[in-house]
């Protein structure tokens, strides 16, 4: 099972402060271990939602918003993308987050992935298979 961690914004990361040499090196310890363990996929962070923008759609036509946005709690700084046999497995990989981020506060969300046998046999699928489009890490 494939599972997003969503590392969630605070107002250091709103204003884009970069992390410590201490919490790269940790967060470099945490991430090797789960490439050595078979288990992260890819990870990313995100720059601040005052460099980003919204799209919102009213019946189909789009409109963009400029950020910054409100609500730092709800904004995303960072994602992960792990593969875990079980809920249970990735949670624990998810309590070894370093402790160093966010001073010991942060707030992370984790939530599984659709896997395509989760939508049954669909003709669109196997065409966005056959173009490459889904299954970016073959292992769905």
């Not at 599972?3 to 990361?13: A, E």
């Not at 987050?97 to 989760?118: A, F, I, K, S």
């Amino acid at each position: 099972m494939r599972f997003m961690v969503i590392r969630k914004s605070d107002p250091d990361t709103e204003a884009g402060m970069l992390p410590s040499e201490a919490l790269l090196d940790a967060m470099q310890r945490y991430n090797e271990e789960m490439v050595q363990a078979g288990v992260l996929l890819s990870g990313a962070g995100l720059k601040p939602s005052a460099q980003g923008a919204r799209v919102s759609f009213k019946n189909g036509t789009p409109t963009v918003t400029d950020g910054p946005f409100a609500e730092a709690k709800e904004l995303i700084a960072g994602v992960s993308i792990i593969q875990c046999g079980t809920k249970d497995e990735a949670l624990e990989w998810v309590r070894r987050w370093p402790p160093l981020d966010g001073g010991g506060n942060v707030q992370l969300e984790l939530r599984p992935l659709y896997e395509l046998e989760d939508f049954g046999d669909s003709p669109a699928l196997d065409r966005m298979r056959e173009v490459g489009f889904i299954e970016p890490w073959g292992n769905a």
